[in-house]
């Protein structure tokens, strides 16, 4: 077992500043995806800080007419609350797509968005991960990637974002506060919290050291039609092969962001103004530039059967 250390804090500028002054101290709330990597000794932390007592789990309405979700607001309560069904119904479909419900009853939303980027080697101690280790390499190309990324790949990692939930949030144009241990607060664009591989990807978000998510922001309802149409080898417990997010008004235009082809969830707006032609040129756009593997190039098509299943289901 490997030793560490423990606190509980009380407010979010404490937890910051306590991650700013131990070297390898992780945050720890629900703990469903950093426990298992614990256990299997992926990951170390030398000193582990509870934020579960600061008071992040309220849903809140905004000045701007969307919603504030506290960092700690967990998946299941976030799924049923009557606001988010209602306005944001694509975010409780993703949530009620992920995990299984003993795990969405403890998994929270800041944590949810946290999930490591990864894949089986990933899991594999034994097989090079530049996630793991930066400069290993990585086992997963020219190995097994079947369920891998398709689309914003490199040549340092070609792993997947797991996350239902975070794909619902790209599309909703969510914002992601922080505060961090200086007191300072900001909001990141979910656009651009998630990183893409580039030779660096053991660095997955736009976090600084020592950064707390402390709320993510909806803004005011979008309208129209909302779907997620979720791909997978099994009913329920698994991820993505594929996944769409949209919202269809009823011009035929809208929004569509993919899960489960790419490091991050997957939007291109460019694309979402041929919406109304239908899903070909669509998933043309969103899908240029794939680099996909003899293994994976079944998820081009996918994405766009996928794509036209919802378009049918927005029509009828």
């Known amino acids: 077992m490997k030793p560490f250390t423990y606190e509980r804090v009380s ?14 101290a992780k945050f720890i709330a629900g703990g469903t995806n950093l426990l298992d990597l614990m256990k299997l ?12 007592g600061l008071g992040l789990d309220t849903i809140e309405k905004t000045r701007e007419g969307g919603l504030r979700i506290g960092a700690l607001v967990r998946n299941t309560d976030l799924a049923a609350d009557k606001r988010v069904r209602k306005d944001y119904a694509v975010l409780s479909r993703a949530l009620l797509a992920g995990a299984s419900g003993q795990l969405r009853n403890k998994a929270t939303t800041a944590g949810n968005l946290l999930q490591r980027t990864r894949c089986p080697y990933f899991y594999d101690t034994n097989q090079p991960c530049n996630k793991r280790k930066p400069g290993s390499g990585c086992a997963a190309i ?6 891998l990324g398709v689309i914003g790949v490199s040549d340092a990692c070609i792993a997947t974002h797991p996350s239902d939930m975070a794909v619902a949030m ?3 144009d969510a914002s992601v506060e922080t505060v961090k241990p200086d007191g300072s607060a900001r909001a990141i664009p979910i656009a651009d ?10 660095i997955e978000t736009a976090l ?9 922001t909806l803004p005011k309802p979008l309208g129209g039609k909302h779907f997620y149409h979720k791909v997978r080898d099994r009913a ?3 991820f993505a092969l594929v996944s769409v997010a949209a919202v269809v008004q009823r011009d035929g235009s809208g929004r569509v962001a993919l899960g489960g082809v790419a490091h991050k969830p997957w939007r291109v707006e460019a694309a979402e103004g041929s919406l109304p032609k239908g899903a070909k040129p669509v998933a043309a756009q969103l899908l240029a530039g794939a680099r996909p593997t003899h293994d994976n190039a079944f998820k081009l098509p996918l994405a766009e059967r996928t794509l036209a299943a919802v ?3 927005a029509r009828a």
């Open 41 to 52: 000794e992926i990951e170390a932390p030398t000193h582990l800080i509870d934020v579960n």
């Open 11 to 24: 407010s979010p500028v404490e937890a910051a500043a306590a991650a700013a002054r131990t070297q390898g």
């Open 170 to 172: 790209r599309l909703l």
């Open 236 to 238: 329920s417990y698994a």
């Open 193 to 202: 919290f998630h990183r893409l591989p580039g030779d660096t990807p053991h």
């Open 142 to 147: 020219g190995g097994y990637s079947r369920q």
């Open 311 to 313: 378009l049918a289901e």
């Open 208 to 216: 600084e050291p020592g950064e707390l998510i402390t709320a993510v």
